[in-house]
């Protein structure tokens, strides 16, 4: 006797298809991520930041060629570094070891936003350890 469909993992999170969202002129992969790139309009509008880009493409964090696409890049005015914003509603099981590598190889700062769309939070930032120190210890290696 069937019980009916089997439970998918997948339909956790509202359905087992990927529903973008169209906010702005542009295909957002969630709410959060539409309302992260309100702010980061808003600061772009302000004068903050500027050449606000949306998934600017594959960072490769190691040798190894693991990926990671950051869902937005920008250049602060201020400190005259390029930096990336990131908005999580789930880590996945993946996500603690790419925050490790971002430290490690990430070629900027990269700004993590979680909460809802209503209410964006800043709750981590992640600065990349200066290439000329060790990884472990952070004390600069002479060349």
Known sequence: MS????????????GSQKKKIEHAGHWFDSK?????????????RGGEISALTHQPG?????????????????????????EYAEAKGF?????????????TFG????????????????TETIVPLDRNSCPHCGKEIAI
């Not at 993590?112 to 939070?121: A, D, H, N, Q, T």
Request: overall charge positive; glycine content about 6%.
């Open 3 to 14: 019980w009916g469909k089997k439970w998918n993992r997948s339909e956790k999170y509202g």
């Open 32 to 44: 959060l991520e539409a309302s992260l790139f309100d702010l980061l309009a808003l600061r772009e």
């Open 58 to 82: 594959t960072v490769f964090l190691s040798s190894a060629r693991i990926q990671y696409r950051p869902d937005f890049r920008y250049f602060n005015k201020k400190t005259g570094e390029e």
């Open 91 to 103: 880590p996945n099981d993946k996500w603690p070891m790419k925050k490790k590598l971002w430290k």
């Open 107 to 122: 070629p900027g700062t990269l700004h993590i936003y979680m909460g809802s769309y209503r209410s964006l939070k800043l």
